[in-house]
């Protein structure tokens, strides 16, 4: 008798949107997001408060969909701002539960990714999950170290995409992602490169609070001195300089705009304004790919690109004549959360790795 792949429910809930899916093994039943619109979302004093009326969505959209909830096998949301944990897929467990509703290391929708799951999976007697949450943190001690002792380097980056791609890229070139070294540059609104050791990422730059290359609405890293004269000019108040480093910096402090697709049409258009602050994005992505390739001994097996930029083969192309010959480059262009998020289930369920316990 043939045994049919395990169905497992996708969960990730975002600021304006609530992303549902249903993962038959690899193949999606169906993928579907949910908008909220903001007057929904205006009634609740904070996100945690949000937690029944998404739940509830979740359910009527199973339901019109015709998926039977005793057929599932697991539930996996997106993970939360917990704390700094290794990479891997984790049972949602009680601790972790409280500080996803406490909102311990921060308020984020991605918060209710954890908290819906257990709620939906509990009564059904099957494993929640969340899995690779934006604190993983395999950094080597050397990398975490600043400069000043009060100020540690911190690892947040897109993991959930980087540890995604990077196994796919080892698979592709017929090996285990514990066999190789890659280098792993998520392009999107945020940008991250992480080096990728034999399975652990030992250094990445922290791709939200002003470290590394600049980005589509991101300042990246930024003189430091000069920095703190701006802090101290009065100008701006503490919430308006953490919108500088993240929302307001990058292309949006210098083009306008975070919308790539807009950029490269000024690009075709002649803008030399334009393709010159592309070129010191590409540069600074180039930049922090080498020093990557330093700390890897330049062992590298390949340099991998996603994210939403990796569509633009001119922008590609800005990134790949400064680094091709450290090695290989492999590009996976998007970056499929829902995907990501069911194979760490699904890993789990075949066996191929075992699920971790939250214990901070």
């Known amino acids: 008798m043939e045994t049919r792949d395990p169905l497992i429910l996708v969960i990730n809930p975002g600021s304006t949107s609530t992303k549902v899916a249903v993962y038959r093994g690899e193949k999606p039943v169906f993928v579907e997001s949910i908008y909220h619109s903001t007057e929904e979302l205006s009634k ?22 015709g998926i039977d909830l005793k057929e599932l096998a697991a539930v996996v949301g997106r993970g939360g701002l917990i704390k700094p944990v290794p990479s891997g897929t984790y049972i949602v467990n009680d601790i972790m539960l409280e500080h996803l509703r406490q909102g311990l290391m921060g308020e984020h929708a991605s918060n209710l990714g954890g908290l819906i799951a257990d709620a939906i999976a509990r009564p ?33 980056f897109h993991a959930l995409n980087q540890k995604c791609v990077a196994r796919q890229a080892a698979k592709d070139m ?4 514990e066999e190789v070294n890659l280098i792993v540059a998520h392009l999107g609104g945020g940008i ?50 953490k919108k ?19 950029v490269e049409k000024r690009v075709e258009q002649g803008d030399e304004y334009a393709d010159f602050i592309c070129e010191g994005m590409a540069y600074q992505i180039a930049k922090e790919i080498g020093a990557d390739a330093a700390v ?15 569509h633009s083969e001119r922008f590609v192309n800005r990134i790949r004549k400064r680094v091709e010959w450290i090695a290989p480059i492999m590009l996976y262009p998007g970056g499929d959360e829902m995907y990501a998020l069911a194979m760490g289930a699904l890993r789990v369920l ?11």
């Open 44 to 65: 609740f004093e904070r996100i945690v408060d949000q937690f029944e009326f998404r739940k509830n969505l979740i359910l009527k959209l199973l339901e019109e969909k």
């Open 124 to 156: 059904l007697g099957i494993p929640a999950f969340i899995v690779d949450p934006v604190v993983v943190d395999e950094m080597d001690p050397v990398a975490k170290l600043s400069g000043l002792p009060e100020i540690e380097r911190k690892s947040i």
């Open 174 to 177: 017929g090996k285990k992602y």
């Open 192 to 241: 991250s490169v992480g080096a990728h050791r034999k399975g652990r990422v030992v250094d990445v730059n922290n791709a939200l609070n002003g470290d590394g290359p600049y980005a589509p609405e991101r300042a990246g890293g930024l003189p430091a001195w000069d920095l703190i004269q701006l802090a101290l000019s009065g100008k701006y108040t503490k919430d308006e300089l």
């Open 244 to 262: 500088k480093l993240a929302g307001k910096g990058g292309m949006v402090a210098y083009l306008g705009t975070n919308n790539m697709f807009e």
């Open 296 to 310: 890897l001994e330049g062992k590298v097996d390949a340099i991998v690109i996603t994210g939403g930029l990796a």
């Open 350 to 360: 075949r066996g191929e790795e075992e699920a971790k316990e939250y214990r901070p």
